[in-house]
């Protein structure tokens, strides 16, 4: 296609040959909107009204004249000077202008050509089409008359500069009023001289001299108007319309006013049957006119609002442009009673900002190269109505047309958050299940994801953890049934893997007044089970985030999460945010939510948690205001098919009555149709209404009011139904046929049909639910305060009377209670019968909600709560049995939440009120945690020997190293050549009494770590021979074991090998144990303290790890912080990159900080000292400002006061540590003598407390030739010797130093310089980096103080880049610093200094 230019009377002369009268239509409206395009440009220019012709912005005034333009300035820079319109063409009906260029002395003017308000008129306007090259008919094709670009050819041009200034500038009024002339001409195809013949006249009526011809009004013309069928202004036949043009141009009686220009352009235009919008945009235009005293309100004095005329006829022709013939069509037209549009009103930067997240996101869009994982939040806070979830609704349908991942989730009031959660998640993987009815197949591509997600989640967890998703997501199981093959293979009951799981029968056994324990192991430690479900969370993202495709994770209504969800949905974002370069995953994970602003505090949880993600993940707050006026009129003009100015006045009689709100302001608009205050007029073919009467309308102050009212006017049984589902919030339909429709509504499910129908409630499958939460609190509100409660309560009765078998179902139970659980507290509702009913089905509730299908142990909580506050007055006495479950259930659930705050009083009402000894063992030993986690060691320990007391094992109350030298001397032999298969073929243990002494035990050894380590061992052997002697438990057998190892390791050198054999048969039997997570989280320290001696450092810290991430799995936080603590101390002695491993231990502390773990924190707080203390970047190492850091003196008192020889350990090897290595030999010496004064046992690092205090002792005996000293050094010494016959990798070069600092001592210095030289070789060998560092840098001072200053300067700058590659900066630059010293002695003092 080539592009050419015609005047527009050639245009319209061609069009109205080959066009229909359809596409002649169409095209006059895109030439018109060009048109008017370009006359915005034009009359916006800030000065002048002047466009150059054919003119190159690179010309430039050699001289500036008059001094007001700069020379070389660009003539299209010039102040009032508008680019220029460009009228060369090569057709030739355009007539050919002069040069643009005159020269004139030494100074070049442009030819500037004007645009006037006589220029505006048909003859001047250029129409630029698209011609076809080659002609295959004579036909045209229609693409050659829509225009492309439309300019007036100005006719007057200005060559002096002094003409420029004098031109007149253009009045938008009087641009609109000629353009109503031009248009009108374009939409009636030249075909009249109506307006010509008006002003004709009106001129001669100025003079006095009009005569006028009386020919009487027309009839009107009865067409279709929607026929827009060419009529031939020539056919005098055409009696009605040749009436029409003469009534308009004439009239007899010279008293009676002439119709405006715009009245009779208006019917003319109407007469030739062109759609109400063109005749309206006309006459509105020709309204303009200057000086017309009957200006109307609708006048167009805006080129903008032309514009804005044209460009909604041609975006939707179906609304703004054709008329709708019938109120039907009309009303369909508004989408207020039938269809939802979907468009949004005033909130195009809202979703602009979220495009644009989509587009960063996006794998096509334009980070989709970048190798990084992107992470993105965006949350929408904003009043109830203010239009959240249509944002929302807009954007999720667009991310679902580009195959972006979604899980969706809508919190309401009634339904638990976390319930709504894994229904979402549920939800999510559902959608992958092949479904043969629906066509549902899975791509290659996406299988492979789904195949993948599969087994990546399975071998992240533990069978229980399988097991639990499982009943937490059906869909996952159905989707995976490989998945519950794993778990049926290595299920075991719940009795010995500690689950809630097997409930099956839960509500038969309450209703039978029946006890049933939640359970008789042990529950875990405190916040388990919370820790457990956020870790299967945490993987669940993880892994939906490697499908390969973005991923939406969008969470509504978020002002009615509770704590704990929100701590899922921000600590799984934040635990994936660190992702990059994922194999699988392209683009991101968008987080997309929404609450009420004016419901949230700002220093509420909500708020908190949004701010914890702001570190990791780009986080955008949108404020969702209530719509302005002008979005209002916007709304308006939409819904009704008119320009804007047609309802402005109607806007703000909405707008002052609904003050923006979205959902007011639509029903508010419904409201007044079906009122008929507002009509579709078939004549007018347009939405009538009397703004007076609407302004007449009271309406109340707020839109549940105003909802109220609506509701009220639906027919009785309608009302009564939604009563119902109003206690719900959302209702299945079989929980409709239980509540038994006598009682309530007996056309129930007809009348929710009806609701439908009005647009209150939706209907997807089976389930009813409110279209938006306001017309559900509006529908509450309707039902009087005095009779809620007694409707909630006949619900809840309904649902669990009507047929017993229904108490027996656990979901329904849950119903039930919910309904009853509102009305409990008052008075008189209940009898005393109904009270112990409810309160056993609160029971059944809670223990359901505990389950592994649920996991909702807040939830649980509520439920044993409310049936506690259902018991009779004496329960302990006429209901024992059943308050003791409750009060045990209640513990049971906030001990595993983490919510300790009430347990303490809950628990000494079980004590104080048990009847036997039995009865307060779940208690004791809640107690006994509840006291740990309360850093309470010591008192937890006197409470789990007093109960081990009872029952029948005691142990002595003061613990030496020589009775535990004894038992080991007795345990040896019997351990001797022991195998996993010794060990299962042992009878299983099955003395009740026995196995509460074995759990008891277990739980002890976890806390004499902290309190009395040599108490462990004693423990530990205790539990072996029960072992050997009542039979096996896979349970706490495997600890003692492990114990013992290590208890072996401790306490006999020569039982060192004998250690590591019982470590591996118990590592053997928990890898084939179903507990296998749960056992590894516990006892993978013991295991790395026993396996250091004898396997390399390196390998063990991945053990650690691995104990880490299984206690992570099963959800104890405890042991992972143990494990965690452990590979971090660990690591400070074997890591190769001293800063990085300084920047994990930092996310190590804000975790342990996060979860409260004050214990844990300390310790870790100690080894970060050691890191700073060598690296030297105390004040920028990213510590949460919030947490208060302490310094290893600090923590030393600490653990003084409170007599953890536990923290004592650790703080004395970080000092020594950092004292031997800044040469601080007396203060590292002195560290090490008082902690073994007030450390009588032993601990896993005390090998580095030998190596520091040998290097110190050996360095001080040089010193101050003091044999206390030498003595000390050669006991390190000979402690090394005997270590590196267990591990040459781990001690070797350890010893060698020690060693060769030894041979120093005695004077032998070939022999030392051999040693140094083996011990650096040794530590390089075996990738010890810092071992290696220091061996040079003691080298390079042994070859200083000998004389060989050039070769101790070599190794010490050896030291000093070996310091820097691992990190030490302060401690490299320590010896860069002693290095200048001795440059500078030696430079003062000659050679001979040293």
Known sequence: MAQSTISLPDWIQRARVFLSKKDYLECAIIIASELTSHLVHVVNDEHLNASFSSMDSSHSFSKGPRGSHHVGQPVSELPGIRKGVDSSSNDPSIDSKPPPWESTGGCHLPSLIVVQIEDIVLKNVRVSVERAKTKNSKMPLLAE??????????????????????????????????????????????????????????????????????????????????DYGRIDLNDEHDDDFQAVKRALLSSNDPTVSQPTKAIQANDYLQARNLPLSICRLISDLLGAEKGDPYTPDTALLSLEEVKH???HMISSPERFLYDSVCPRQALDKTCLFSHVDGKLYGRENELGILMNMVEHISPHGPTSQRKEFSYEAAFLGGHSGSGKSSIIKRVVSHWKVNGWSMVFCKFDRQTSPLSTLLLAFDAFFGQFIPNQVDGINLG???????????????????????????????????????????????????????????????????????????????????????????????????????????????????????????????????????MSEVE??????????????????????????????????????????????????????????????????????????????????????????????????????????????????????????????KLKQLPSDVIEALKVISCFGQVNVSTIHLLGFVDFVPNMLESLESAVKEGIVERSGPIFAFCHDMLQESTYSIIPPNERKPLHKMIGMNLVI????????????????????????????????????????????????????????????????????????????????????????????????????????????????????????????????????????????DEVLNILSCLGESFPEKMTASLVANEISTMAPMLEGMTKDKILNLPTMTDRTKLQAMKFMDLLTSLS????????????????????????????????????????????????????????????????NPNAHALRARLAFMMGSVLLFVEPFQSVVEKLMDGYNSATIVGDVDNAMNCGLSYWGLMMFITSDLMEGQKELCNFVHRMFERKRIGFLHSAMSYFDGYTALIGNEDSCSINAGIEMKTNKQLKQIAEQTQNSFLMHQVTVNQMYIHCYYREYLSCASLA??????????????????????????????????????TIGEGAMESMERLVDCSTWNFENKHILLQAELY??????????????????????????????????????????????????????????????WGALKKATDVMNFMNMIKSASMSFGPSLF
């Open 444 to 578: 290659r591509n996406l299988q492979h994801a789904v195949d993948r997600i599969s087994s990546s989640i399975v071998n992240s967890i533990d069978s229980d953890s399988v097991h639990q998703l499982c009943e937490l997501l059906p869909s996952f199981r159905r989707l995976f049934p490989s998945a519950m093959h794993y778990v049926k293979h290595n299920s075991i009951c719940s009795i010995q893997n500690g689950s809630f799981a097997q409930h099956s029968n839960i509500g038969a056994s309450c209703m039978n007044g029946t006890s049933q324990t939640v359970n008789t192991s042990s529950p875990g430690n405190v916040g388990s089970g919370r820790h457990r479900l956020l870790n299967l969370f945490q993987i669940l993202f993880k892994e939906i985030c490697c499908t390969g495709h973005p991923v939406l994770i969008c969470v509504e209504d978020l002002q009615w999460a509770d704590e704990f969800t929100m701590d899922i949905i921000v600590q799984s974002v934040r635990s994936n945010s660190a």
């Open 309 to 311: 005329d044209l460009m």
């Open 802 to 941: 009507q047929d017993p078998q229904n108490a027996n179902n656990p979901e329904l139970c849950t119903l039930a209670v919910d309904q009853i659980n509102i009305c409990k507290d008052v008075n008189g509702t209940m009898g005393h019968a109904e009270r112990a009913l409810f309160a056993r089905l609160n029971l059944a509730a809670g223990k359901h909600s505990m389950s592994t299908k649920k996991s909702n142990f807040q939830r649980a909580r509520g439920y044993f709560e409310a049936g506690i506050s259902l018991l009779h007055a004496d329960h302990w006495t006429k209901q024992y049995t059943l308050s003791l479950e409750l009060y045990e259930c209640l513990v049971v659930s906030s001990f595993v939440d983490g919510k300790v705050e009430a347990v303490s009083s809950r628990l000494d009402d079980v004590l104080s009120n048990a009847r036997s000894f039995n009865d307060t063992l779940k208690a004791r030993e809640l107690l006994a945690k509840y006291l740990a986690s309360q850093a309470r060691y010591a008192d937890a320990t």
């Open 1304 to 1365: 120093y001592l005695d004077g032998r210095n070939k022999m030392a310089k051999l040693a140094y030289q083996a011990s650096i070789s040794s530590a390089g060998d075996h990738k010890f980096v810092q071992d290696q560092s220091l061996a040079c840098e003691l080298y390079g001072i042994f070859l200083v103080e000998n004389e060989e200053a050039e070769g101790g300067l070599e190794q010490l700058q050896i030291a000093h880049d070996k310091y820097k590659q």
């Open 1009 to 1072: 770590i902290f309190s009395s380590p040599m108490l462990m061992n004693l423990v530990s052997f205790r539990m072996t021979r029960l072992t050997f002697s009542c039979g096996y438990s896979d349970q706490y057998s495997i600890p003692g074991l492990m114990f013992m190892a290590q208890g072996l390791e401790k306490y006999s050198d020569d039982n060192i090998w004998l250690a590591t054999q019982l470590t591996r048969v118990a590592e053997s039997l928990m890898k084939d």
């Open 584 to 709: 699988y995953a392209r683009g991101g994970m968008l987080l997309l939510g929404s609450f009420r602003d004016n419901e949230v505090p700002e220093d509420g949880f909500l708020i908190g948690k949004i701010k914890l993600l702001e570190p990791s993940v780009n986080v955008t707050m949108l404020s969702i205001s209530e719509l302005p006026l002008q979005d209002v009129d916007y709304l308006l003009s939409f819904k009704f098919c008119v320009p804007k100015r047609y309802t402005r006045d109607l806007a703000h009689l909405v707008y002052q009555k609904t003050r923006g709100n979205p959902i007011f302001v639509i029903e508010f608009i419904r409201s007044i149709i079906q009122r008929n205050l507002v009509t579709f007029s078939v004549k007018s073919r347009r939405w009538t209404w009397d703004d007076t009467t609407i302004d007449l309308q009271m309406i109340s102050e707020g839109v549940v009011e105003f909802l109220t009212k």
């Open 145 to 226: 008359f829509r225009a492309s670009d439309v300019k007036i050819q100005p006719s007057t041009s200005y060559s002096e500069l002094d003409d420029i200034f004098a031109i007149p500038q253009l009045s938008q009024q009087d641009v609109c009023f000629a353009l109503g002339k031009l248009f009108f001409d374009l939409f009636s195809e030249c075909e009249s001289s109506l307006l010509a013949d008006i002003e004709s006249k009106n001129n001669e009526k100025s003079v006095g001299d009009l005569q006028i011809e009386d020919i009487g009004p027309s009839e009107e013309k009865n067409s279709t108007p929607t």
């Open 1233 to 1270: 003598e008082n902690y073994h004064i007030i450390q009588t046992a032993k601990r896993t690092l005390d090998f580095m407390v030998i190596f520091f205090l040998g290097i110190s002792a050996l360095n001080l005996a040089r010193a101050s030739k003091e044999d206390k000293w030498r």
